[in-house]
Structures are given as structure tokens and as C-alpha cells.
T-cell receptor
Framework: DAGVTQSPTHLIKTRGQQVTLRCSPKSGHDTVSWYQQALGQGPQFIFQYYEEEERQRGNFPDRFSGHQFPNYSSELNVNALLLGDSALYLC????????????FGPGTRLTVL | AQKVTQAQTEISVVEKEDVTLDCVYETRDTTYYLFWYKQPPSGELVFLIRRNSFDEQNEISGRYSWNFQKSTSSFNFTITASQVVDSAVYFCALSEADGGSQGNLIFGKGTKLSVKP
């Protein structure tokens, strides 16, 4: 049983570009959340998707958007990249919207030059 | 406002020593959940434990134990007889039920634990 998978592993972009990160949740999980982890910091919640809708959003600008597909996989899009967007982006999945354990993927390391 | 504080940025111990990682949280909710996650150098967060606000029983799992005290808003984590494989960054996290957080996690800044042989 595969856990949460994310692609790509690493990504290098330049300021102003756009990026798309992908996440496949653990089997049986239908809720996907995205977190941003800057170097030396704890993860910060970006947004959560359930039933193909954004259900909640953290304190992130509209440049951050997402999507969830019928198979529960999800994408995170970031437009007009800034140097400060350089971080590890983590995807987490869980069954339903309660307070179950969230399973995290290995993350995508984004570097903005 | 909700907040999780892990005051210890880095801890270094020698193998077989016991070590306690501190976590203090702030919330106005009466119903909430507390978590500990481990992040090894590979980067993937690994779930260790979840507690709800109505269960103050301490828990022991092998070499790991957790002390939850609502009176001091603390949820501390102790590793007994530490091993080199315990070296990682440990995060404490909070999820509020009353505030409509939909189960999303508020993390502390983490404590980096180094266990030397």
C-alpha cells in the first residue's frame, strides 16, 4: 500500500515563473492538505481540499491555488514566484475531515532563484 | 490566538541518555487535539501520537512517553535510553475542533535532537 507520493522531488525556478506540484494521497484517503515548510521552521498550512473543493485556507496570498481531482489527487500551483517561496512543500492526506492522523509525503523542495 | 511553542531549538545528548522535548500550546477552544511528528533528514513527517483535550492520561509506547497537562498547557515528549536513530527534528502540533479548523495542523518550530554514539 503506497503512502502519500509527491512529484517532483526537487524543482528550481526563477522569480516570476509559475510552478505546479503534484500529490497522490494514501489509498482510502479523500482529504488532502498542503503545507509550506521554510528552512528551520515548522510547516505552515496553505489549504485543504475535500470533495474537489477548497475547504479551508491558511494565510497565503492568491498566488497560491490548488485543485483536487476525482481520484483525490491534488495539485498546488504558485504563480509569480518570489524568492521567499523557496521551501519544502508537503502534502498530507487523511480519511474524511476529522482529526485523524495525517500522513505526509516526502515533499517537494522548491528553490526560487 | 492559537500557537504552539517549542522553546528548545536544539538538544544534543549521548546515546542511552533520557531526553524530554517541551511543547506549550495556546488555544481558546475547549476541544482540541495535540500531535507529535518526527522529521528525519529524509524530510517526511512521521506521526508519533495524537491526544484529545479530554484525555489527560499519560501514554507510554516503548521508549517513548508523553505527559499531557492541561493546567500548564503542555504536552511534553520523553525518549528513554535514546538511540542514534532518534536523531531528527520533532514537531508538536495543535488542531482545534471548535474553531472550525477542519483538522488542520498548527505546528511549532520544532526541536532538533542529535543523539551522539
Amino acid at each position: 500500500d503506497a503512502g502519500v507520493t509527491q512529484s517532483p522531488t526537487h524543482l528550481i525556478k526563477t522569480r516570476g515563473q509559475q510552478v505546479t506540484l503534484r500529490c497522490s494521497p494514501k489509498s482510502g484517503h479523500d482529504t488532502v492538505s498542503w503545507y509550506q515548510q521554510a528552512l528551520g521552521q515548522g510547516p505552515q498550512f496553505i489549504f485543504q481540499y475535500y470533495e474537489e473543493e477548497e475547504r479551508q485556507r491558511g494565510n497565503f496570498p492568491d498566488r497560491f491555488s490548488g485543485h483536487q481531482f476525482p481520484n483525490y489527487s491534488s495539485e498546488l500551483n504558485v504563480n509569480a514566484l518570489l524568492l521567499g517561496d523557496s521551501a519544502l512543500y508537503l502534502c498530507a492526506s487523511r480519511p474524511g475531515q476529522g482529526f485523524n492522523e495525517q500522513f505526509f509525503g516526502p515533499g517537494t523542495r522548491l528553490t526560487v532563484l | 490566538a492559537q500557537k504552539v511553542t517549542q522553546a528548545q531549538t536544539e538538544i544534543s545528548v549521548v546515546e542511552k541518555e533520557d531526553v524530554t522535548l517541551d511543547c506549550v500550546y495556546e488555544t481558546r477552544d475547549t476541544t482540541y487535539y495535540l500531535f507529535w511528528y518526527k522529521q528525519p533528514p529524509s524530510g517526511e513527517l512521521v506521526f508519533l501520537i495524537r491526544r484529545n483535550s479530554f484525555d489527560e492520561q499519560n501514554e507510554i509506547s516503548g521508549r517513548y512517553s508523553w505527559n499531557f497537562q492541561k493546567s500548564t498547557s503542555s504536552f511534553n515528549f520523553t525518549i528513554t535510553a535514546s538511540q542514534v536513530v532518534d536523531s531528527a527534528v520533532y514537531f508538536c502540533a495543535l488542531s482545534e475542533a471548535d474553531g472550525g479548523s477542519q483538522g488542520n495542523l498548527i505546528f511549532g518550530k520544532g526541536t532538533k535532537l542529535s543523539v551522539k554514539p
